[in-house]
Every structure is written in C-alpha cells, then in structure tokens.
C-alpha cells in the first residue's frame, strides 16, 4: 500500500470509530427500549424432495452438486447464483468449480441460465482463481448495479509438502506456516481465501445475470487480519446496509490445524460497498455456544434480510444438529443476539439430506411466508463416493415471542 493510501486508510478508521460511538450507540439504546417480543422462525411446510440435482435438466458435468450462494426474487422470478462443483480428478473433487446462474418461476422447476464465472482448477498454490465459492449477488442502489462478492482461493494436492517447494511458493506472505504432523490435509483443496468484487455490465435489475466483471479484492490475509483469522483465509463475506454505512459478515477458520475447531464469523464496516472495509475489534462475534467439536463455536456463510419491522435476521450454517439451519436477530445490524436453530428437515418421508449444509437467504412471499432455500448432502462423508450435494427448500413463518 502507498503512502497517500495508507493516510486515507487511516483517516477512515477514525471516521468509522466516530461514527461506531455514535450510530451504534444509538442504535443499543433503541433496543433497550424496544418490545421485548423476539422473532422467531417456524417450519410451515418442507418440500419433500431436492428441486435441483446432479441429475437436473442443465446440470450435466457437475458432477458433485451444489454449494453456497444465494437465492433473489426479481418480479416472480427466483434467481439462483451458487458455486457448482465440477469433476476434476480423484484427488482434487473440490477444486475445479463454476458460479453458475440458474431460474425458476416456480420454485420447483429450474433452467441454467448461464456460467457467470470459472475457476481455473490450478493446484500450483499460486492462482488466487483456483476454486471459487460463496457467491453473494448484493445490488448497489446508488449505482444501479448488481455486485457479486465471492471467494477466490488457492489449491495444492493433498500430497504437496508443506511449505511448499520454491518454484510453486504461494507469493502471499501472510500464510500461516503449518507443522506437518499437523496439517489438515483437505485444507489443501482451498485456502488463503480472498474476497472478490465483481460488477454486472447490465446496469438496473435485469443485470442480475451478468456478465460479471471482476473489479477488485475487498479483503484478504493481511497485516489487518485478527488472530482468530486462519489459513482458510476469509471464506465468506456478505455485505449490507445498516446504520447509514455498509456492514459485512465475513468467515475464517484455522485450517492449518488437524483439528481446526470451529469456523467463526467477525464484522466489518464500509462507507460504500466498494469499500474501503475496515474490521471492527469486537470480532469474532460469539453467536454460537461452544460444543465439544467446535470449542470456539461454529458459524458459517450468514446472510442477512432486513424485516418490515426494521430488525435483520441472519440465517447461517450451523452444522451443531444435521437437520436444523442457525439464526440470529439483531435490531440494529451490529449487535447480534445468541443464535437459534429451526428444524427444516425434520423426519419422515421427506427427509432426503443426511446434513444440511448452506442456507440461500429469505424470500418474502406475497402470502407474508418466507421461502428458504438450503443445499444439503446425500451422505455424512465428502471424500467419498458417492457423495452429492443438492438444494432444496421450506417454507417459513416468522413469529414473535
């Protein structure tokens, strides 16, 4: 970073603190004298099946399903846009990836619109494109634009050595140096993640579907990163407005380690979407109980809607039971309550996944319901055949208590 930036960078951070005291501060004494009714989320009905598989119409080649993303309703149209796992050899099935575009107007029947983006599958440890994933469309109103903030790792084989040899060294000087005895051998599919901006060519709505340019990376491995931050690098960022300026949830997790213990979520904050994105101390944030898998707590790819009522809800991974996804309720976008749990897979019939695994996000209904996409896995181990990864949906109710 140049000098002139680093002044700016500086002038920002004591803008952000400013305005932190300020608005924050506002906004927990509104809670303090808000309703004490908490929302709640509630199972309505859960379809009994996947709407989208490997074997969908469109689907053909992606060979081990679907991960991450986010589902919008634009008009009666629902638009998916979600990483898609391709083959790419025995000892490498998560690297080779596409974020791909796909449409319903159903919700049950859906076409492949497009590839908005590839990964290049390189296992050299030096290609920032190597595996892509997390794509969260978020459209900027004051530019009349859709942005896509995805993930862009870097891949080595399980069989690399660590460090690496000279020739393939990753050329990021932040990476966590690794015991051998240590090491987390799937880390080596993706790590060192860095979030990518991208921006639609087609301005307005119907730009939703690209083509995506990419623009810039928005946060990284770096000087700025927390101790709690690890080799994973940031592997998940999902921006939105609140309190007059931009926050954004953003992921890590300690994969240098057999045992990394839990992904973790911190907050970061921006005056425009574009950035520049600024860390807030507070972080990780302690939504999650610690259990005995995961002694830090366990959360992972939070996406945020604001209700009418004005409180947001986050709805996130949590893999602490395989049939519930995680949420928490926050009344001013920066203080985020305990997380809860809602069952969408309950048993029965149409009970078809052996785990949840990412959340989509909220739809309003016109009916005042909300539809909630997920994907799921079709068995409890992913390095193994046959294993795939699918997505389906439930409807809920938000009540109050």
Known sequence: ??????????????????????????????????????????LAEQYPSPVLTVNSPGAEGITYGFEGGRVIRIGNTYHLITAEHLANGPASRFTRTNIGHWASEDRLHWNRVSTLLASTGDQSGTDPHAVLAGPMPVYNNQESQWELFYVGYRSQPESAPFPPAT????????????????????????????????????????????????????????????????????????????????????????????????????????????????????????????????????????????????????????????????????????????????????????HWATAIRTPLGLISEDDGTFTLFYTGWSSNDPWSDPFTMSVGFVTLRLQYQ
């Open 1 to 42: 970073m140049v000098n002139g930036d680093a002044m700016k960078l500086s002038a920002f951070a004591i803008v952000l603190g400013f305005l932190t005291l300020v608005s924050f501060g506002c906004s927990e004494t509104r809670v303090a004298q808000s309703t004490t009714l908490t929302p709640v989320l509630e």
């Open 167 to 350: 020739n393939t060294i990753d050329p990021d000087p932040y990476l966590f140096q690794v015991d051998p005895s240590e090491r987390n051998p799937h880390s080596y599919y993706e790590y060192s993640g860095e979030i990518w901006r991208a921006v639609s060519k087609t301005k307005g709505g119907e730009g939703i579907g690209g083509p995506y340019e990419d623009v810039d990376v928005v946060m990284k491995l770096g000087s700025q990163s927390q101790q709690w931050e690890g080799l994973m690098g940031d592997d998940s960022f999902f921006p939105y407005y609140a309190g007059g300026h931009w926050l954004g949830f953003y992921g890590s997790s300690h994969t240098e380690t057999i045992a990394p213990g839990g992904a973790q979520v911190g907050l970061a904050s921006a005056l425009q979407l574009h950035g520049v994105w600024t860390r807030i101390a507070q972080n990780p944030l302690r939504i999650e109980e610690p259990v005995s898998w995961a002694p830090k707590g366990f959360i992972e790819n939070p996406i945020v809607n604001q209700m009418a009522d004005g409180t947001y809800i986050a709805v996130y991974n949590n893999p602490i039971s395989a049939s519930s996804t995680g949420y928490t309720v926050s009344m001013d976008g920066f203080h985020w309550a305990a997380g809860k749990s809602v069952v969408i897979q309950p048993q029965g019939s149409g």
